[in-house]
């Protein structure tokens, strides 16, 4: 199984950089890939869900190219890459959140307030902007950078 990625400018054109749900290969796949969802991209992979599966693919070296001259501030060419052999995993249904319940007392000595946290488990927080390990990568830092032809 493949799928042919085609990163258009008009796909570069509504990009929002350092963010992979917004990124240009991620609009590239929601239109090359029908019926695909939650989509991130990054200089490390390419994931998005369709149906009950989801595909998992190490970004291409042009992909990978693209991106961090793109979050980098430089100018990115359309360009087409070929995602082959994709991990395919399972999507994992989660149950529906419990509401949490907070109650705070003051404390008799008047030294604040004690509170009591209870109910399932502690909110995440999900960040998807590209900001830590290799999703910060920043090629133009590095001495004698030449940019990459995308």
Known sequence: MSFKIRVTQENIDQATRELSSKCMVADAVRACVPGSVNIHADVSTIRWSK?????????PSKGQAAISNWDAGMPVEPFEMTLSRPLVVEVQKRGPRQRKTVTATAREDGKGVRVEVSGGQAPRVVRRDRQFGARNLRWNQLAGWEPTKA
Not at 51 to 59: C, E, F, Q, V
């Open 51 to 59: 149906g009950s599966k989801r595909y998992i693919h190490p970004t």
